[in-house]
Nanobody, 126 residues
């Protein structure tokens, strides 16, 4: 079992920044891939970014590339999502997820994420 707890969401004006954190506990491994997703009201959950625990390889959705940065602190079992130049369309509940399946696809497919956090709300005002 892996437990994921997100924090860092809030209300920010357009152009501002926020940093989300996701701390993992339980059965963790350097082979895991850790992703961020988001879901706006009335929309499907969408991929934002992913990172590997071991080598720090990253992959981003086109909509956030150049504005968001995913990173990890292996010693703290924590993954971060630094969000800069925020836009109103970034408003959503942001979820952290862990892929513990040791799959070969990159980036991992949605169904390969088997643990999810409870989500944290990010609201960007115009």
């Amino acid at each position: 079992q892996v437990q994921l707890v997100e924090s860092g969401g809030g209300l920010v004006q357009a152009g501002g920044s926020l940093r989300l954190s996701c701390t993992a506990s339980g059965r963790t491994s350097s082979n895991y891939r850790m992703g961020w997703f988001r879901q706006a009201p009335g929309k499907e959950r969408e991929f934002v970014a992913v990172i590997t625990w071991s080598g720090g390889s990253t992959y981003y959705a086109d909509s956030v590339k150049g504005r968001f940065t995913i990173s990890r602190d292996y010693a703290k079992n924590t993954v971060y999502l630094q969000m800069n130049s925020l836009k109103p369309e970034d408003t959503a509940v942001y979820y952290c997820a862990a892929d513990t399946s040791y799959g070969s696809s990159w980036p991992p497919l949605l169904y390969e994420y088997d643990y999810w956090g409870q989500g944290t709300q990010v609201t960007v005002s115009s």
